[in-house]
């Protein structure tokens, strides 16, 4: 029996509408990202000093601080076409590659201690940053980073910038903060070298929620910053912990700061 074209197009339909439907429930290579948690690096986590230094007189800061995070879906979470519509063209949600997120590669429980590693080694070369940058002998000033249970290496640059300002401040007695909420990202070589890092636009949109008016940004991501800024939000970049302190000092005295 001959089909008439109709037919026959309606019975063609039937195998690519199931390629359809099977493509749209298929897993895809993607997180879900939003705003995550800060945590001002100046203040305490848990009852007890996120900074502590031994071997050296501290100042007593105001201001805050605020190293910014992410949140993202699970590296084994399924996520597949119809999870990423909504999420697409949400401001507060963005869709990621998943090797953006969890580059490592295996387990929950792999990529979570390598995380966790990598969060230690950003401590202490976030450490070695600082005291290089205020010439200070590690043999003698010995400071302990207490946030170990925030995975990954982004938050260098903060680590460092709060270890400058419980020690030296802004260099002239005042507070390197100006007493003001500053949020940032960024991950820190012992030399004190910046490097870029993701999720840049969800940090910024945590920066604000949680009261900064400045945000550290290194320098090769201004424009990612841009995409979407929170209004309120000021853009400083930077590409080392020199230019971080001497920015944050510029802003304190109203010099000309670098801006996006």
Known sequence: MRLSRPAALAVCAV?????????????????????????????????????????????????????????????????????????????????????????????????????????????????????????????????ELNLADVGGPSAGLLFSLGIVDKLDGDGGGG????????????????AGEVGAVGGVPLKTQAARRDGATVFLVPKAECADALSELPEGLRLVPVTSLTDAVNALRGLNRGGAVPSC
Not at 23 to 51: M, N, S, Y
Not at 175 to 190: F, M, V
Request: hydrophobic share 40%; no cysteine.
């Open 15 to 143: 195998p690519v509408v199931g390629l359809f439907a099977v493509a749209a429930l298929a897993p895809l290579p993607f997180v879900i990202a939003q705003p995550g948690l800060t945590a001002d690096v100046l203040g305490e986590r848990d009852g007890k000093p996120v900074i502590s230094v031994s071997g050296a007189p501290t100042r007593d800061t105001k201001g805050q601080l605020r190293m910014t995070t992410i949140q993202a879906t699970g590296p084994s979470t399924t996520v597949n076409l119809p999870d990423l519509v909504g999420d697409w063209f949400d401001s507060s949600r963005a869709v990621m590659p998943r090797e953006a997120v969890y580059p490592s590669g295996g387990s929950d429980k792999e990529i979570e201690e390598h995380n966790l590693e990598e969060m230690a080694k950003s401590q202490s070369a976030a450490t070695d940053a600082a005291l290089g940058y205020l010439r200070k002998d590690p043999k003698d000033v010995k400071v």
């Open 175 to 190: 507070d390197l903060t100006g007493g003001h909420t500053i949020a940032g990202t960024g991950t820190i070589t012992a």
